[in-house]
């Protein structure tokens, strides 16, 4: 069990499962949004939670970090990235805008108590996060595979492969204020200060940023958007023979078997949805009006 002690602890979606791999590392992300709130009304809705959400005033943690979080892709085939134990931070501002220097404090004072809990070191292995040019993606982001499976420190989830997000762009001086501060015991900041933001142009009251990340909010729901980090356990009824049946998912994806929760929600599938279903029948002694349409006995 590994909670930050002085972190909210305000669990919403729960976790994906336990790690299954590579060394520990951290990753930033941006909620690209203003509250901490609005971030966890929609992780809630997307059932996409990070190990931790971070404000000018307070961390929250939502999955503990012994456990994976939801916040990346995960596609078949290729690594894994939510179970690679990796510790996920959503810093509560946008990627193509200068962060909250009080934010930025919070983050760097989170990722010194996860360091010293996991061993990581301070260091990004792909390099720093790419800040935004003109406001967009700047492009060129290191995703290689191979350092994101084997090494452990800081990335971007810029950095993390099989994503397309370049969340969190710090600036250089970002991106290093959160490896180089320091702090007392009583967790007052003892290094440099981060740098402060720009002032800001003047804007009408009703103005507010939004992102420029446009699929930022896009994220699959349900069983599809959880296939590859949590298993799909077919139960079949008495009397039924399957030759084949459920989900296809490649060799990467490992069963967990996931308890229910009280009052927890529960999928209903249509009876069309058998992706890899080649035949399914009852038994005769059920048979009537039970056939699936289209089966045939084996």
């Given amino acids: 069990m590994a909670r930050c002690p002085f972190a909210t ?4 979606s729960g976790s994906c499962g336990p790690h299954l791999g590579g060394p520990f590392k951290i990753v930033h992300h941006t909620t690209e949004g203003s509250t901490a709130q609005g971030a966890m009304d929609a992780f809630q809705r997307n059932r996409s939670d990070p190990h931790f959400t971070v404000d000018a005033t307070t961390i929250f943690q939502h999955v503990d970090t012994a ?3 939801r916040a990346l892709r995960n596609d078949a085939g290729g690594v894994q ?4 134990s990796a510790v996920q931070i959503e810093l509560v501002g946008f990627a193509h805008l200068p962060k909250d220097s009080r934010a930025l404090t919070n983050v760097a004072r989170l990722c010194r108590w996860i360091e010293e ?3 990581i070191p301070r260091k990004w292995p792909s390099g720093r996060p790419l ?3 003109n406001g967009k993606d700047p492009g060129g982001h290191n995703r290689d595979p191979a350092i994101w499976d084997s090494a452990s420190g800081h990335f971007g989830h810029c950095h993390v492969p099989e994503n397309s997000h370049w969340d969190p762009a710090y600036s250089a001086a970002e991106a290093d204020f959160i490896l180089a501060a320091t702090f007392s015991e009583d967790g007052a900041l003892v290094s440099p200060a981060p740098p402060p933001r720009p002032a800001a ?3 009408s009251k009703s103005a507010a940023p939004t992102s420029t990340m446009p699929d930022h909010g896009v994220h699959a729901v ?4 959880y296939l590859n980090d949590l298993a799909v356990q077919t139960l079949e009824p008495p009397g039924m023979r399957v030759r084949s049946s459920g989900f296809s998912v490649s060799p990467k994806v490992s069963l967990d078997v996931v308890t229910p929760h009280a009052n927890s929600c529960v999928a209903v599938f249509p009876t069309t949805i058998a992706p890899c279903a080649r035949s399914a029948a009852t038994t005769s002694a059920s048979a009537p009006g039970t056939w699936p349409r289209h089966a045939a006995e084996p």
Avoid: S, V
């Fill in 131 to 133: 800040p935004a040019k």
């Fill in 67 to 69: 456990e994976g979080a």
């Fill in 117 to 119: 809990q996991h061993g």
């Fill in 222 to 225: 349900g069983i599809h958007g």
């Fill in 81 to 84: 990235t939510n179970r690679d």
């Fill in 9 to 12: 602890w305000r669990p919403i």
């Fill in 201 to 203: 142009r003047r804007a």
